[in-house]
């Protein structure tokens, strides 16, 4: 027992000297698994493989606000982390800046098969704004700043709408009056709310109940542990893999 026990906690690093945080990383990884399930139907669907509406069917519309609540949660929780840890500015923008190339990608790998839909403020341009606002804010408010900020960010769009944000140039705010036509769009508002309560969950989690975060996952979590350490990567994959995959089995089975 007692040889078990240390070859857990070997096996368990701590993540305030490792700087990786299992449960996060296993969250976040579940997260991509969703994700990833989400996009396969809807692939299915462009191809014609089954029949499912995105746009409208609340199945679907109300899975993907899921999905994009529990990203930006995420975000905010791993925000919190980095702070506590003492993150410098220099490694801040270094990972801001792989998501904001990843966001210019995305939009330009949509426009080529969307071009009338393309995405111009999807979930990355959404974080690589939503990062900056909130390490500037985080660590400068209380919690209880924090949450009723993220409410007003949430309320705000069913408050202050108005036709002038309904243009692709300022409907990345998100006061708009009617949706854009886009693939993607997730606007600053009113989803910088979840990750301004993200962040205000992760610091009073690492503060008050540090091992909800810094406990170990069972051997059958660790895989989503392993996949949430490389979310970005996966998310920037998946698609053409599984566009492409689809295409070939529509052009060998065209009907």
């Known amino acids: 027992m007692k040889g078990t026990t240390i070859q857990h906690a070997q096996a368990s690093p701590d993540p305030r000297t490792s700087g990786r945080y299992d449960r996060l990383d296993a969250l976040r990884g579940g997260a991509i ?17 089954v029949a499912a509406d995105f746009y409208r069917d609340p199945f679907w519309t109300w899975q993907r606000s899921a999905i994009v609540s529990l990203f930006l949660l995420c975000a905010g929780l791993g925000q919190a982390v980095a702070v506590q840890q003492g993150q410098s500015w220099a490694r801040f923008w270094r990972r801001w800046a792989q998501v904001a190339a990843c966001a210019l990608l995305v939009s330009a790998g949509s426009w080529l098969m969307f071009p ?9 341009h959404a974080m690589a704004v939503m990062l900056i606002l909130l390490r500037l804010l985080g660590p400068r408010l209380p919690g209880w700043a924090l949450l009723l900020l993220g409410a007003a960010a949430l309320l705000a769009p069913q408050l202050f709408a108005h036709p002038f944000f309904d243009s692709r140039w300022t409907h990345w705010l998100g006061l708009v ?3 854009p036509v ?15 309560w993200g962040f205000a969950l ?20 660790q895989p989503l542990a392993l996949l949430g350490r ?9 698609q053409p893999l599984l566009i492409g995959a689809l295409a070939l089995l529509r052009a060998v089975y065209p009907s």
Not at 35 to 41: G, P, Q, R, S
Not at 182 to 196: A, F, H, K, N, R
Not at 202 to 221: F, H, I, N, T, Y
Not at 230 to 238: A, G, V
């Open 230 to 238: 490389w979310s970005l990567s996966f998310y920037m994959l998946h």
């Open 182 to 196: 886009t693939e993607d769009y997730v606007p600053l508002l009113p989803w910088i709310g979840m990750m301004l």
């Open 116 to 124: 009338r839909s393309f995405i111009s403020f999807g979930v990355l």
């Open 202 to 221: 992760g610091r009073w989690l690492l503060q008050a109940r540090p091992q909800v975060l810094a406990g170990a996952v069972s051997g059958s979590l």
């Open 177 to 179: 009056t009617r949706k």
């Open 33 to 49: 698994v969703w994700m990833a399930l989400f996009h396969f139907i809807f692939d299915l669907n462009h191809f014609r493989f």
